[in-house]
């Protein structure tokens, strides 16, 4: 794997506990920079602050659901193009079909085990 230390990540989950794991998930394997929202809205306020190199956020959420805030954040030339990976809780093709066409580089579905979290990082850094 690679050294992700100077990467600034941006995990995106209405649940406090998914974003939390994810979070210590990630630091445990070197990330350091790292930020948290609870929604797709403050998502977008803090990333007009400092954008991101990667993104991971839930697709299932309140007020802003994943693609539209993906699609939000593609839309924005100043955001630059992080990477995004979209977690989703659901296996319906046409949810990880729109997560894609709003921008979404991987959709991984719930439960993520931390081997396929670093494989889809790899990926999207490959």
Do not use: C, W, Y
Not at 74 to 96: E, K, N, Q
């Amino acid at each position: 794997m690679h050294d992700f230390g100077e990467i600034d990540v941006l995990v995106v989950d209405d649940q406090e506990m998914m974003r939390s794991l994810l979070a210590r998930v990630l630091k445990d394997a070197g990330f350091s920079k790292m930020r948290e929202a609870d929604g797709g809205e403050a998502a977008l306020a803090l990333l007009s602050d400092a954008p991101a190199d990667l993104i991971f956020a839930d697709h299932s959420m309140p007020k802003m659901n994943g693609p539209t805030f993906i699609a939000a954040v593609r839309a924005d030339g100043a955001l630059g193009r992080p990477r995004v990976i979209m977690i989703s809780g659901t296996t319906d093709a046409a949810d990880h079909k729109a997560a894609r066409e709003a921008g979404a580089d991987i959709v991984l579905v719930k439960p993520v085990t931390a081997p396929d979290l670093f494989r889809a990082i790899e990926q999207v850094f490959a």
